[in-house]
């Protein structure tokens, strides 16, 4: 019988599974996008599939996932808020927030997972929801050319009800979905 030879560890290939199914799940999600009289920005649920995959996944995989969604958008995947694709929403008013997802799904890998105490899994979702919005309001503030004050009521004020939706949302999946079989 021959032996098995390896090229590339078990756990890596997983980890490259997971990254590119949580990337998808958030292109998925964020297809849907509810506009906003508030705000030009709509309120998206691809911050539920960054906080789903924060949760889920390992540092290095939660990241590679989020950067995974951003080349298949900018390579033409119809995976931003309302289906959009392309370069434009990476160099646009939504770039702030888009370019925030992988440091924000680390941030989530690195201080909780699903089997952590709901103090700490809610501080890590609440501590990626500022990091993202505040990557928000400086994109929308620099690419609209407003203040930073004009820019934070209408691109980070406006969207707190629906971000608290969102940590609600995960904490219940998060109770009833077991975690994927990574070593963490």
């Not at 906080?51 to 996944?57: D, K, M, P, Q, S």
């Not at 050319?145 to 219940?172: D, H, M, N, Q």
Request: a positive charge; hydrophobic letters at 60%; aromatic letters at 8%.
């Amino acid at each position: 019988m021959a032996a098995r030879v390896s090229l590339i560890d078990d756990v890596v290939v997983r980890e490259l599974v997971y990254a590119g199914g949580f990337g998808a799940l958030t292109g998925a999600l964020a297809v849907v996008a509810i506009p906003t009289p508030l705000s030009p920005v709509p309120v998206s649920l691809g911050v539920l599939g960054v906080f789903l995959t924060g949760v889920y996944l390992p540092p290095r995989a939660a990241g590679g996932a989020m950067l995974l969604y951003l080349l298949a958008g900018a390579l033409g995947a119809p995976v931003f808020a309302g289906g959009a694709a392309g370069i434009g929403p990476l160099v646009g008013y939504t770039a702030g927030y888009l370019w925030a997802y992988p440091p924000a799904a680390v941030l989530i890998a690195a201080l909780a997972s699903p089997g952590a105490r709901a103090r700490r899994l809610v501080g890590s979702l609440l501590l990626a929801t500022v990091l993202l919005y505040s990557a928000g309001t400086v994109g929308f503030a620099l690419v609209q050319r407003v203040t930073l004050a004009e820019a934070f009521l209408v691109s980070a004020l406006a969207f707190i009800p629906a971000e608290l939706a969102k940590i609600i949302a995960t904490l219940g999946i998060v109770r009833v979905v077991d975690a994927p079989t990574l070593t963490r």
